[in-house]
């Protein structure tokens, strides 16, 4: 069974920095594309990124990148993604999810249960 | 950047309702757009990708067309866990960005 388990709700301060995770199971993980989906409270979904696990290749939306790092360590199938120094505006569900390594397979079809993170003085 | 506008914003229907949601993209993107139903809080779920393609598992209630620029996604028979919200998802090109959503409530 296939399965994305991501790291428990943050309190974080403005200015921190924060690193939370999602392990992929019951698939080969360096083969397919791990995503990441922001969601603030009361919106819609917004597309920050994906990583190869095979070779920590990325693509990072315009509008993230600098603002935030994805990783990999496919030795222990996780996928990270990483603050520096957050903000309150960081404050927001983030989603990790699998997506396939080939056209017709961009799509997004196994997800985390979600990371909360809350940033707040 | 490629941006997506979905339409309605919000619907309001009924149980056994036939429901359809438009997706419109801001250029070509050919097939490329998928699906997703969200539940409140939860993680949302793959229904249609490939513009048509029917994920595995979903029923068959859902049927999603189009190409180009404008797509649609029916519900046939609203049954009470299809109030949600939906979203469709660009796969053309990068940045692979997502609609506003619909809120399909009762």
């Known amino acids: 069974e296939v399965q994305l388990v991501q790291s428990g709700a943050e309190v974080k301060k403005p200015g921190e920095s924060l690193k939370i995770s999602c392990k992929g199971s019951?698939?080969?993980?360096?083969?397919?594309?791990i995503g990441w989906v922001r969601q603030m409270p009361g919106k819609g979904l917004e597309w920050m990124g994906i990583?190869?696990?095979?070779?920590?290749?990325?693509r990072y939306s315009p509008y993230f990148r600098g603002q935030v790092t994805m990783s990999a360590d496919k030795s222990i199938s996780t996928a990270y993604l990483q603050w520096s120094s957050l903000k309150a505006s960081d404050t927001a569900m983030y989603y990790c999810?699998?997506?396939?390594?080939?056209?017709?397979?961009?799509?997004?079809?196994?997800w985390g249960q979600g990371t909360l993170v809350t940033v707040s003085s | 950047d490629i941006q997506l506008t979905q339409s309605p914003s919000f619907l309001s229907a009924s149980v056994g309702d036939r429901v359809t949601i438009t997706c419109r993209a801001s250029?070509?993107?050919?097939?490329?757009l998928a699906w997703y139903r969200q539940k409140p809080g939860k993680a949302p779920k793959l229904l249609i990708y490939?513009?048509?393609t029917l994920q595995s598992g979903v029923p068959s209630r859902f049927s999603g067309s189009g190409s180009g620029t404008e797509f649609t996604l029916t519900i046939s028979s609203l049954q009470p866990e299809d109030f949600a919200t939906y979203y469709c998802?660009?796969?053309?090109?990068?940045?692979?960005?997502f609609g506003q959503g619909t809120k399909l409530e009762i």
């Open positions: 999810a699998r997506q396939g390594a080939g056209s017709p397979t961009y799509y997004f079809d196994y």
């Open positions: 019951g698939y080969s993980f360096t083969n397919y594309w």
């Open positions: 990583i190869y696990p095979g070779d920590s290749d990325t």
């Open positions: 250029q070509g993107i050919s097939s490329d």
């Open positions: 490939a513009a048509s």
């Open positions: 998802q660009q796969l053309n090109s990068y940045p692979r960005c």
